[in-house]
């Protein structure tokens, strides 16, 4: 198939896209490289064997994105571009909203005349709110306790009344949980821009010695060890997702949510310990306040997952801190211009 990706140059886009080209699909990348890197989209070819084609457009830019799409041609979207940090969202509410709704809603626009109808949508556990009851599962109340869960919120329901509206649409969104690692090759990766937002990237880069110390976000959490749990997902796992949705959509159609998660929880003490395992780097922490809109716990139940894609995560956290470390020991300052 032709499948478009948005984002495709970033963290979890990259991954997806070195499997579409080595499962035999045509990729065409749209990136702004707001928060990637050209060399990403280089890398990407140089693993699969085989190059993407490449549109440097804004979805904001409505213009040029119905022309990206026109002369894509695609036959399906996987959509990944958006703003991803939950700390920015609560201090830029705006500029989320404008990013990631009304972009999706651009792109959405933009794929009606050419005939496409076939979208995997890269949503959050943020979305299941601030009490949520673990594991969680796909038929979970939704809520959200930040413009960033929100945002995903309002685009889940958006493409929910697009298939009801119309139900050639085939639709599936799915809600990750917590994506860390690194290609095993060490190639492509997470690559942060300014401080990093999430718990292994930081970690990494204390590792590598960008940062002095790991900040902690609060020790004082309801949870075994007083530091907030999450379900961390190897990224190679989570981009081999993508492609079991999209196959599934394009033989059954129809609208779809799928969890995407290991089903287990590991406190930040407990990544920090596998880290120093996997690498033999000590890490050292301080404990901070906790930060805005975090929850105390979240993981995913990904029966449904499991049965209906026949996809599992395979990967542990010990193999998670190996590739992550891989991944900024070998480019510890990332991607270069």
């Known amino acids: 198939m032709r499948i478009l990706v948005t984002g495709g140059a970033g963290y979890i886009g990259s991954h997806t896209c070195v499997l579409l080209l080595e499962a035999g699909h045509e990729v065409v990348i749209v990136d702004d490289f707001s928060n990637s890197k050209p060399e990403a989209v280089r890398r990407i070819g140089e693993l699969a064997g085989r190059g993407a084609e490449l549109a440097e457009v804004d979805l904001l830019d409505r213009a040029s994105l119905d022309d990206a799409v026109a002369e894509a041609g695609p036959e399906a979207v996987v959509h990944f571009a958006g703003l991803k940090a939950v700390g920015e969202s609560v201090a830029q509410p705006l500029r989320y909203y404008r990013t990631n709704v009304a972009g999706t809603l651009n792109l959405l626009e933009a794929l009606a005349p050419t005939g496409c109808r076939t979208v995997v949508f890269s949503s959050s556990a943020t979305v299941y709110g601030p009490e949520p009851q673990l594991p969680l599962k796909e038929d979970a109340p939704t809520s959200a306790t930040n413009p960033y869960g929100w945002s995903k919120f309002m685009i889940e329901q958006i493409l929910a009344d697009l298939h009801a509206a119309d139900d050639s649409w085939a639709i599936a969104t799915l809600r990750y949980f917590n994506p ?158």
């Open 180 to 337: 860390v690692g690194a290609h095993p090759s060490g190639r492509i990766g997470e690559d942060p821009q300014g401080i990093p937002n999430n718990l292994l990237p930081f970690v990494s880069q204390v590792a590598v010695g960008r940062r002095e110390k790991l900040s902690v976000f609060g020790d004082d959490y309801d949870t075994p060890d007083g530091t907030g749990v999450r379900d961390y997902l190897h990224v190679v796992d989570l981009a081999a997702g993508h492609l079991a949705a999209l196959h599934r959509l394009v033989e059954v159609g129809g609208h779809h949510v799928w969890n995407l998660g290991t089903g287990q929880g590991r406190s930040v003490f407990e990544v920090i310990a596998a880290f120093e395992r996997a690498t033999g780097v000590p890490i050292p922490y301080e404990v901070t306040d906790r930060r805005p809109g975090d929850i105390a716990a979240s993981y995913a139940d990904p029966t449904k997952a499991n049965q209906e894609l026949g996809w599992t995560a395979d990967h542990t956290l010990d193999a998670i801190c190996a590739d992550a470390w891989r991944w900024q020991s070998q480019n510890p300052e990332g991607y270069p211009d």
